[in-house]
């Protein structure tokens, strides 16, 4: 996308020499010849940097009071102004009221190119470092097979590229900025900023500050001046003041707001999503919540389902996230054995996909073994171990979970009767009483099974079996 330069100067040649050396560089320009033009194609659409002249013949204000101007509209707009009479004081103020550079009449050409691109460069890397600081750090994909993540997926496909809002409804912990992220990363703004604004962390009285600006207390503008050209998320949008609400609700329909001081109003385009993992009608039944401000949001409502709706996803989103916890932590990756993925997948899940996640993480820290062994079932935290169900913690549970249901139930008779045959003493008589066979079915089976009869009770065979014969008669 090119950058729009406005050009500021009461000389038509120099504004036609200027806009003639830009745009063979590939730049868009546009033109004022004083402050009242340059005023209202700033507050039309933000220019990317305005070349500004001192002196304007015939102006309201000169540059310098154009310069204080221009900074409180849009505060992110690089300013570089242009002298021909130009001295250090004049220059030191220049910078002091916000110009990015001073640069005096005549200049060489290749002097004014190198300044427009640092300046454009600046604004980037600004902007690039506060979607970094709102950035929680999960990975933006949507993860799993599972039929609502595959839905949800099409749907992103779909909305993405449309530039309508959209409203994301989900548990806590279920991944609704993810979401939100894809699909500004698959939208026509996706070189654009992406900024994530949480409603429920600013007091009311500094959020609508904080959104709009006020150019006093937030000089370098508003969330919505950060976001100008991409995509703003709103998160936990039904924690916002209903005063804020009010002012957001004129904001969406006209996509514009009025800054500060009588500066005038300022048009703004900014995507906005928003997200919230309550029940947006019970909240306007509860006078909460404005019913407008919910019908501008949701031109798309999104829902993303909980971890516990998509269990056949906990695998690939465990191997996952111990990769992604392994690089980040420098710790060795670890392997879950299929005992430990079967108990992960019986857990509820009440804090979603950042629940697992720190599971996996507590994992790579806590779990004992080196980075050969396992994970098995029995070394997860202890409150998912009571839900975890009795067979996986069986001794070779990792091996059951391995078989189709024929060959785990006969390895689970085989350790059954193999622990029963012990217990007795290897009387088969005995052994066929409790286990409530006939003797000579019980042969059968101990033969079908390849157990012995002549079984010597060592201490540690003892030992072995009794922790699975205990086991079962629990169960």
């Not at 001192?54 to 309201?60: A, M, P």
């Not at 530039?163 to 698959?186: C, F």
């Not at 070189?191 to 904080?210: M, N």
Request: hydrophobic share 40%.
């Amino acid at each position: 996308m090119s950058s729009d330069i406005l050009i500021v100067d009461d000389e038509k040649d120099i504004r036609v020499l200027i806009a003639g050396v830009l745009e063979d560089e590939g730049y868009i320009t546009r033109q004022a010849v004083d402050a009242e033009t340059t005023l209202d194609q700033v507050r039309a659409s933000a220019p990317s940097v305005v070349l500004l002249d001192i002196w304007l013949e015939g102006s309201s204000m000169d540059g310098m009071e154009l310069l204080k101007a221009i900074k409180h509209l849009r505060p992110n707009t690089q300013v570089i102004m242009i002298s021909g009479h130009g001295t250090i004081e004049t220059a030191v103020k220049a910078m002091k009221y916000g110009a990015y550079e001073f640069i005096e009449k005549p200049f060489q050409s290749d002097r004014l190119v190198l300044l427009v691109e640092r300046a454009i460069e600046s604004v980037a890397l600004r902007r690039e470092n506060l979607e970094l600081r709102s950035r929680e750090g999960p990975p933006e994909d949507l993860i799993g097979i599972s039929n609502p993540i595959v839905q949800l997926s099409r749907t992103i496909d779909r909305v993405a590229p449309t530039g309508s809002r959209v409203l994301i409804t989900g548990p806590a912990g279920s991944g609704k900025e993810i979401v939100a992220r894809l699909i500004h990363r698959n939208s026509k703004r996706s070189e654009a900023p992406f900024i994530a604004v949480s409603c429920a962390s600013l007091a009311p009285g500094s959020l609508h500050g904080f959104l709009f600006g006020d150019g006093r207390n937030t000089p370098s503008g508003g969330v919505f001046d950060q976001a100008d050209g991409g995509t703003l998320l709103l998160d936990e949008v039904a924690d916002m003041p209903l005063e804020t609400q009010s002012r957001m609700i004129r904001m969406l329909q006209e996509q514009r707001f009025e800054r500060a001081a009588g500066q005038g109003e300022v048009e703004i385009d900014v995507r906005v999503i928003a997200t919230t993992n309550r029940d947006l009608k019970e909240e306007i039944r509860g006078g909460r919540f404005r019913e407008e401000l919910f019908y501008r949001l949701a031109v798309v409502p999104l829902e993303v389902p909980p971890l516990s709706d998509r269990a056949e996803d906990i695998p690939s989103l465990a191997r996952h996230f111990i990769q992604v916890g392994a690089i980040k932590s420098g710790m060795p990756q670890r392997t879950l054995s299929e005992d430990a993925i079967a108990a992960l997948q019986a857990h509820s899940w009440p804090g979603n996909v950042r629940q697992l996640r720190n599971v996996i993480d507590w994992l790579l820290i806590m779990a004992p073994g080196g980075a050969s062994d396992s994970i098995r079932a029995e070394m997860l935290p202890s409150d998912l171990a009571g839900e975890t169900p009795q067979l996986l913690r069986l001794e070779r549970s990792d091996e059951i979970m391995m078989q189709p249901l024929r060959g785990a139930r006969e390895m689970f008779e085989r350790e059954y009767l193999m622990a029963q045959v012990i217990r007795c003493g290897g009387n088969i008589s005995r052994t066929a009483e409790f286990v409530g066979m006939e003797r000579s079915a019980l042969h059968r089976k101990l033969k079908a099974l390849g157990v012995t009869t002549e079984v010597k009770l060592t201490r540690e065979s003892a030992e072995k079996h009794a922790g699975i014969e205990t086991t079962v008669q629990k169960s």
